[in-house]
């Protein structure tokens, strides 16, 4: 498969993504600049983490109108599997392939630490390798806090779309294992279609 990281002005998770990808995974990898308009026949799109254009205004909200994102929606309506981490989720929910919204930590902090997370659906091609335990996942953020309305949220569960949701070591998802005030203790959701993904967690790390 081949994987295409998209580079933004002030993008800092992309060589982590590309060591995985390359080193771990041993899969092709090119880097696709936030200018860009040719996908170069990619497979897989991935919006690593960072602090796109500063997060200025609201995180992700100006990465939006980067030339390539006209072409990461085109290939996302078309089928192509694209993957938003961190700073990359909340520019797919900016950008409108991901329902809700990330919002600033109830703690008003940034947060930085361990995390543990549980894969609340097995149906999709990012998750179904996962068991039932507790999988132990950094963190990095302070716009992390999951938010949609009621109406999204009732499709979201109707249509097994919440892929991650944070839980304590045991795996029980508690108020208390929540880092960031996230509805429902969502850390990831994908699409109705179930091509596109976001987590805020780096499984890159």
Known sequence: MKFGIVVFP???CDMDMMYVL????????????????????????????????????????????????????GF???GGYVMGICNGFQILTESGLLPGALLHNTSHKFICKNTFLKANTKNT????????????IPIAHGEGRYFADEKTLK?????????FKYC??????????????SLMNIAGVCNKERNVFGMMPHPER
């Open 76 to 78: 996302a309506n078309a």
């Open 155 to 163: 499709l979201l569960v109707d249509n097994d779309q919440i892929l």
């Open 10 to 12: 002030g993008s800092n």
């Open 125 to 136: 091609l990012v998750t179904n390798k996962y068991g039932n335990g507790a999988i132990k």
């Open 22 to 73: 390359e080193t771990i995974m041993k899969q092709e990898v090119v880097k696709l600049w936030h200018k860009d308009t040719d996908l170069q026949e990619v497979d897989f799109v991935i919006l690593p983490g960072g602090f796109s254009y500063g997060d200025y205004l609201r995180s992700g909200a100006i990465a939006k109108f980067s030339p390539i994102m006209k072409e990461i929606i």
């Open 168 to 181: 304590d070591k045991d795996g029980s998802i508690t108020e208390d294992a929540n880092p960031n005030g």
